[in-house]
C-alpha cells in the first residue's frame, strides 16, 4: 500500500533546530515534487516549501533561508532541515506527493496541487 510517513517532530528550543523526515513505501518518491505544508492550532494550513524531481526548491518567505528541503539523505526520503526555529513554527507538519502529470524542474506550492498525504508530524518551539 502506498503512503508517506512524517518523523522526527518534537520539542524544541527557540534558535534550535529539527530535521524532518517523509519517508515513501510503495512507491518511488523520486518520480514526484514533494511539498511540506504546516497547520497550526486555529489557522489554516500553510505552504513550508516545494522540492521539484530535478531538486529544484522553493520556500515560503516564512522560512526562507532558515529551513531546506532536500532529496536523498536516505532512500526514498525527503527531509526538511528546520533551523533558528522560532515559537511561531510551532504546527503540525505534512509532507505530500504532487498529483500528476509532475513537471520536472518546478514544484507548485498550492496544497491543491497535492494528492498523497502523510499523517503528520507534531513541532513545538518552546522554552
Known amino acids: 500500500q502506498a503512503r508517506l510517513v512524517e518523523s522526527g517532530g518534537g520539542l524544541a528550543q527557540p534558535g534550535g533546530s529539527l530535521r524532518l523526515s517523509c519517508e515513501a513505501s510503495?512507491?518511488?518518491?523520486?518520480?514526484?515534487?514533494i511539498g511540506w505544508f504546516r497547520q497550526a492550532p486555529g489557522k489554516k494550513r500553510e505552504a513550508v516549501g516545494c522540492?521539484?524531481?530535478?531538486?529544484?526548491?522553493i520556500y515560503a518567505d516564512s522560512v526562507k533561508g532558515r529551513f531546506t528541503i532536500s532529496r536523498g539523505d536516505m532512500k526514498n526520503t525527503v527531509s526538511l532541515q528546520m533551523n533558528s526555529l522560532q515559537p511561531n513554527d510551532t504546527a503540525v507538519y505534512y509532507c505530500?506527493?504532487?498529483?500528476?502529470?509532475?513537471?520536472?524542474?518546478?514544484?507548485?506550492?498550492?496544497?491543491?496541487?497535492?494528492?498523497?498525504w502523510g499523517q503528520g508530524t507534531q513541532v513545538t518551539v518552546s522554552s
Open positions: 505530500a506527493t504532487q498529483r500528476p502529470p509532475v513537471m520536472i524542474g518546478i514544484c507548485p506550492q498550492s496544497a491543491s496541487a497535492y494528492e498523497r
Open positions: 510503495g512507491f518511488t518518491l523520486d518520480h514526484y515534487s
Open positions: 522540492i521539484s524531481v530535478s531538486s529544484s526548491t
